[in-house]
C-alpha cells in the first residue's frame, strides 16, 4: 500500500532532509518543531538513564525552539530543565528555571509539579523544618506527564499567606516529628477546613512525610472524602509519591469506589510516577470510560516496562477501537519500541492508523523504524 502523507516524515528520518544539527534558523517551523521534538526525547532519554548534565543540556536547546514555536510542550521541557539542575545540585539555577515557568507559563499543566519540586528545594535549604523521615526525591524513571495543575499553584519561593500559618505549619511539621498522635488530627483540622489553598497543600505535604500507618490512613481518609476535588487530587499524589505499599493499597481501593473523574485520572498518574504497572493494565483493561482507558494506557507507554509493553501491543485493536489503538500507538512511541509499531504497521489495513504509525517512526533514531522506512520507499 503507498503511504503518501507520512513520506516527508520517512525522509526526514532518512536523513534527505535537514539534520537536527542544522541551524534551526534556516528551518522551516515544522522542520524547527521536529527538531525541537526530537531533542526533547533526547532529554527525558537522558533523565530515564539519570543523566542529569546532558539532560539539562538537551531540555534547554529544546525549550528555547519550542517557547519560539509557542508549543505547549515548552513549559514541559522547562520543567525537566529545572529538575534536571536540581538533581545536580545547582538549586539557583533550578530555581531560575522554575521562576521562568511561573512567570511564562501560568497557566501550564506543570505548574504543580513546579510547585513540589520548589517545595523540595526549600526544604533542602531549611524554608520547612526536615521530617523524621527522609523527603522522597521526584521519580527520575519516566516523565511525570502534566495534568497535575489546579488551584494549588505556588509563586517562586512564596511562603504561607501570612507569618502566622507559616509558624503553624512549621510547627505542625516539629510536632509530626516529636507526637504524631497529636499533630494528626490538628493537620487534618487545617487541611479539611476554610485556609488557603497553599496552607492546605502544604499540610498535606507535612502529613506525607510521616509515612506511618495513621498518617496513610489520615492521608486516604482526605482522598475519599473531602469535599473539594482539588484536596482529594493533591491527597492522591502523595499517597502515590510517598506513601509505599499501603499508599499504592489505598490508591487502588479509591480508584474502585470514587466517581470523580478528577480523581480517577490522579490515582492513573500516580500509578506511572510510583511504577505499579500491574494498576495501569487492569485500568486500561476494564475502565469503561474511554478518555480515562486512553489515559491508562498513555501511562503505560510513560512507565517504560517489559510488562507495559506486552500489554500494549495486546491491547491494540486497530480500527475495531480507533481510540483504544490511538492511545497505543502514542504509548508505543513513548516507550520507544520500534519494534512493536513496525510490526503493527506490517499488519495494519487502516491508511489512517498505518499513516500515523509509520509517523511517529520516522521520529525515532532507531535502526528498526529506518530499515522500515527504507522499505516503504522502495515500495
Do not use: C
Amino acid at each position: 500500500m503507498k503511504i503518501t502523507r507520512s513520506l516527508p516524515y520517512a525522509l526526514v528520518s532518512l536523513g534527505l532532509a535537514a539534520s537536527l544539527s542544522a541551524q534551526t534558523s534556516s528551518a522551516s517551523p515544522k522542520e524547527q518543531q521536529k527538531q525541537a521534538t526530537q531533542q526533547y526525547q533526547r532529554g527525558l532519554d537522558a533523565i530515564n538513564a539519570a543523566q542529569w548534565a546532558k539532560a539539562e543540556v538537551a531540555m534547554a536547546q529544546a525549550q528555547t525552539v519550542l517557547a519560539k514555536l509557542q508549543s505547549k510542550d515548552a513549559s514541559g521541557a522547562l520543567y525537566w530543565e529545572a529538575y534536571a539542575a536540581a538533581k545536580q545540585g545547582e538549586r539557583a539555577k533550578a530555581m531560575a528555571a522554575l521562576a521562568r515557568l511561573q512567570q511564562d507559563y501560568d497557566h501550564s499543566d506543570w505548574q504543580q509539579d513546579a510547585a513540589a519540586l520548589r517545595m523540595q528545594l526549600d526544604l533542602q535549604r531549611g524554608v520547612l523544618a526536615p521530617p523524621l523521615a527522609p523527603v522522597s526525591p521526584l521519580p527520575a524513571l519516566a516523565p511525570a506527564p502534566p495534568g497535575w495543575h489546579d488551584s494549588f499553584t505556588l509563586a517562586p519561593g512564596r511562603r504561607a499567606t501570612n507569618d502566622a500559618d507559616e509558624l503553624k505549619l512549621l510547627a505542625l511539621n516539629g510536632l509530626m516529628n516529636t507526637e504524631p498522635s497529636k499533630a494528626l488530627p490538628l493537620l487534618e483540622k487545617v487541611i479539611n477546613g476554610n485556609s488557603d489553598a497553599t496552607v492546605k497543600d502544604r499540610a498535606l505535604f507535612v502529613l506525607a512525610q510521616s509515612n506511618s500507618p495513621s498518617a496513610i490512613a489520615t492521608l486516604t481518609h482526605i482522598a475519599q472524602s473531602n469535599s473539594d476535588t482539588s484536596v482529594r487530587e493533591h491527597a492522591v499524589r502523595y499517597l502515590g509519591m510517598m506513601g509505599g505499599q499501603k499508599g499504592a493499597a489505598a490508591l487502588a481501593q479509591i480508584y474502585a469506589t470514587t466517581n470523580s473523574i478528577a480523581v480517577k485520572r490522579s490515582i492513573l498518574r500516580s500509578y506511572m510516577v510510583g511504577g505499579d504497572t500491574t494498576q495501569l493494565i487492569a485500568a486500561a483493561k476494564a475502565e469503561q470510560n474511554q478518555k480515562l482507558r486512553s489515559e491508562a494506557i498513555r501511562e503505560l507507554g510513560l512507565s517504560g516496562s517489559p510488562q507495559a509493553l506486552a500489554a500494549l501491543t495486546g491491547l491494540y485493536q486497530g480500527a475495531r477501537d480507533r481510540n483504544a489503538s490511538d492511545a497505543v500507538i502514542q504509548a508505543l512511541f513513548l516507550h520507544s519500541s520500534a519494534q512493536a509499531l513496525v510490526t503493527l504497521a506490517r499488519k495494519e489495513t487502516d491508511p489512517r492508523l498505518k499513516e500515523d504509525i509509520v509517523q511517529k517512526l520516522s521520529l525515532m533514531h532507531d535502526p528498526i523504524a529506518t530499515a522500515y522506512l527504507e522499505e516503504l520507499l522502495k515500495q
